[in-house]
């Protein structure tokens, strides 16, 4: 008989937290008839986000920690992110809860601007902050990261853990395969991401699991003004501002505005 590894408790007990439900779409095959339900439920939570966002206008996604606090260079760095791009007429889209994640939406608010939010249904750490114009309460990670994309013209992201690192490079993977095209990715914290870009060239580079030209498509600074002009210059050149849609009265849709 094999010999069970001595595994410490924390290790035996991360992800516990998540309920049978959370953990039901990807345990396996099931009968058809759940399955059926489960897609079902899929599909109406891409209507849920698509009707709620439809309207927003041209976006920015801030991604970060949920954990960082007030007071950090960091939250101050997102909040002044926030600012930035309400001035410029952008609104600002973020994962909707504490953390970088309020900072962004809160600098947006203070300056006039939208701040959006596609908050995640977690059994712990995340609610959505209290800076939000508009938000969505998403049950599935992969559904919210669709709308963290669809309506944004640039990524700005900041110091984070794995859900920060899973979007920022879900974001380059989607650009470097075509899936989207290949919009402003900025990264700010220096001091914090400096060890993760010198691997990207001094491994994966000479690895040849990247292109010798791939960690030049992040753009590193730590300037609010200068990550939000690069945005600008480059979304406009390349892609442009489209204008969101006219709702239709009939459908009971309206434009969000701004509640401060």
């Not at 010999?3 to 396996?28: F, S, Y």
């Not at 959505?128 to 938000?135: Q, R």
């Not at 900025?186 to 580079?205: K, S």
Request: proline content about 7%; aromatic content about 10%.
């Amino acid at each position: 008989m094999r010999e069970i590894p001595n595994i410490p408790q924390n290790v035996l007990d991360w992800g516990r937290v998540a309920t049978r439900k959370d953990r039901a779409l990807l345990a396996g095959p099931e009968r058809r008839g759940p399955e059926l339900a489960r897609a079902t439920r899929v599909f109406f939570e891409f209507i849920k986000g698509f009707r709620a966002l439809h309207f927003v206008g041209p976006c920015v996604t801030v991604f970060g920690s949920a954990r960082t606090k007030e007071g950090d260079p960091h939250y101050e760095m997102a909040r002044a992110v926030g600012r930035c791009l309400a001035i410029e007429g952008f609104a600002t889209m973020t994962g909707g809860g504490p953390g970088i994640m309020e900072a962004a939406n809160r600098g947006a608010r203070e300056a006039g601007g939208l701040s959006i939010g596609c908050n995640i249904e977690l059994p712990q750490e995340q609610t959505h902050n209290e800076y939000l114009d508009v938000w969505v309460d998403f049950c599935h990670f992969f559904v919210r990261k669709v709308m963290l994309v669809k309506y944004s013209y640039g990524f700005i992201v900041l110091p984070g853990g794995f859900g920060t690192m899973d979007e920022i490079f879900e974001t380059a993977t989607l650009m470097q395969t075509g899936k989207i095209e290949n919009f402003p990715l900025v990264v700010m914290g220096g001091d914090f991401w400096g060890d993760l870009f010198d691997f990207l060239r001094t491994t994966m580079v000479p690895e040849g699991t990247i292109n010798p030209e791939d960690p030049d498509r992040f753009f590193l600074t730590d300037s609010p003004q200068q990550a939000v002009a690069h945005v600008l210059e480059v979304a406009v050149s390349l892609h442009g501002v489209r204008r969101a849609p006219r709702p239709r009265r009939w459908l009971r849709e309206r434009r969000p505005r701004p509640l401060a």
